[in-house]
């Protein structure tokens, strides 16, 4: 008699079937995955709205099954907090790159914290503009090559990274900021959990939150999908280590919820 095989893992109901637009090797569409597992398990779908960036993100709209917006180059903060101002009881999140939050996003961002706007910010850190050709990002390691660094970023002429989280977790209207990385499956599997704690903070009421993560651009980065793994972990994990940088408050209240 033939078993009987069980499903032990299927397609976020909160997913949508189109097929990706990503490169090869590309950590997207794990974050993405994330994003809707978090979703159906807080079965928050259908009152849930996503803000799409300006970069390779600009498309995210096309693979979750929520209402989405796009929004102009780095106004995803503002126009999410127009959204959740109008729509207080709707679950509302951005999902943003490197390029868009943390070059002309900036003030867009910090001042969204500032405020302590309840929505969530997905951020996903490739350290590199991927959809325009590969260019120096503010994120973009010191020595690291691109189309616009081509002997490597040089930190006398154009200035050190921006380390996002670090920066924004001194601003008292950030509730939760964290750091993560999709590198390999223990790695993922936090990045899951700090995505949950995210989206819980805002159902709480509790004010700005935000999950930076490390992701791979092999394509941009001139690597094997392998190889560029092995840089998030080796490098640039290096440069911007994962961790908490502001959740005890936001967390306590969880706790006692």
């Given at each position: 008699?033939?078993?009987?095989?069980?499903?032990?893992?299927?397609?976020?109901?909160?997913?949508?079937?189109?097929?990706?637009?990503?490169?090869?090797?590309?950590?997207?569409?794990?974050?993405?995955?994330?994003?809707?597992?978090?979703?159906?398990?807080?079965?928050?779908?259908?009152?849930?709205?996503?803000?799409?960036?300006?970069?390779?993100?600009?498309?995210?709209?096309?693979?979750?099954?929520?209402?989405?917006?796009?929004?102009?180059?780095?106004?995803?903060?503002?126009?999410?907090?127009?959204?959740?101002?109008?729509?207080?009881?709707?679950?509302?999140?951005?999902?943003?790159?490197?390029?868009?939050?943390a070059?002309?996003?900036?003030?867009?961002?910090?001042h969204?914290?500032?405020?302590?706007?309840n929505?969530?910010?997905?951020?996903?850190?490739?350290?590199?503009?991927?959809?325009?050709g590969?260019?120096?990002?503010?994120?973009?390691?010191?020595?690291?090559?691109?189309?616009?660094?081509?002997?490597?970023?040089?930190?006398?002429?154009?200035?050190?990274?921006?380390?996002?989280?670090?920066?924004?977790?001194?601003?008292?209207?950030?509730?939760?900021?964290?750091?993560?990385?999709?590198?390999?499956p223990g790695?993922?599997?936090?990045?899951?959990?700090?995505?949950?704690?995210?989206?819980?903070?805002?159902?709480?009421?509790?004010?700005?939150?935000?999950?930076?993560?490390?992701s791979?651009?092999?394509?941009?980065?001139g690597?094997?999908?392998?190889?560029?793994?092995?840089?998030?972990?080796?490098?640039?994990?290096?440069?911007?280590p994962l961790?908490?940088?502001?959740?005890?408050?936001?967390?306590k209240?969880?706790?006692?919820?």
């Amino acid at each position: 008699m033939t078993e009987e095989l069980k499903i032990v893992y299927e397609r976020p109901h909160a997913l949508t079937e189109a097929i990706t637009h990503y490169c090869p090797g590309c950590t997207h569409g794990i974050i993405h995955r994330l994003v809707a597992e978090v979703m159906d398990e807080m079965g928050i779908t259908e009152r849930t709205i996503g803000v799409a960036s300006v970069g390779c993100s600009v498309f995210s709209y096309n693979y979750f099954n929520c209402d989405f917006a796009s929004a102009a180059h780095g106004r995803a903060p503002a126009m999410a907090t127009g959204i959740k101002r109008v729509h207080p009881e709707r679950m509302v999140f951005t999902y943003q790159g490197d390029g868009d939050l943390a070059a002309i996003g900036t003030a867009e961002i910090i001042h969204a914290a500032a405020r302590g706007e309840n929505i969530t910010v997905i951020f996903v850190n490739n350290a590199i503009y991927g959809m325009t050709g590969g260019q120096m990002a503010p994120t973009s390691l010191p020595g690291m090559k691109t189309t616009s660094s081509t002997r490597g970023r040089d930190t006398k002429t154009t200035g050190f990274p921006l380390k996002m989280s670090e920066m924004l977790a001194t601003i008292e209207g950030a509730s939760y900021v964290v750091r993560r990385s999709v590198h390999d499956p223990g790695h993922i599997n936090r990045t899951r959990k700090a995505i949950r704690t995210a989206f819980e903070i805002q159902q709480k009421g509790l004010g700005f939150s935000i999950v930076e993560i490390l992701s791979a651009c092999p394509v941009n980065w001139g690597m094997t999908p392998t190889d560029a793994l092995h840089y998030v972990e080796h490098d640039m994990v290096n440069y911007f280590p994962l961790g908490d940088f502001k959740v005890a408050d936001a967390v306590k209240t969880l706790s006692r919820g």
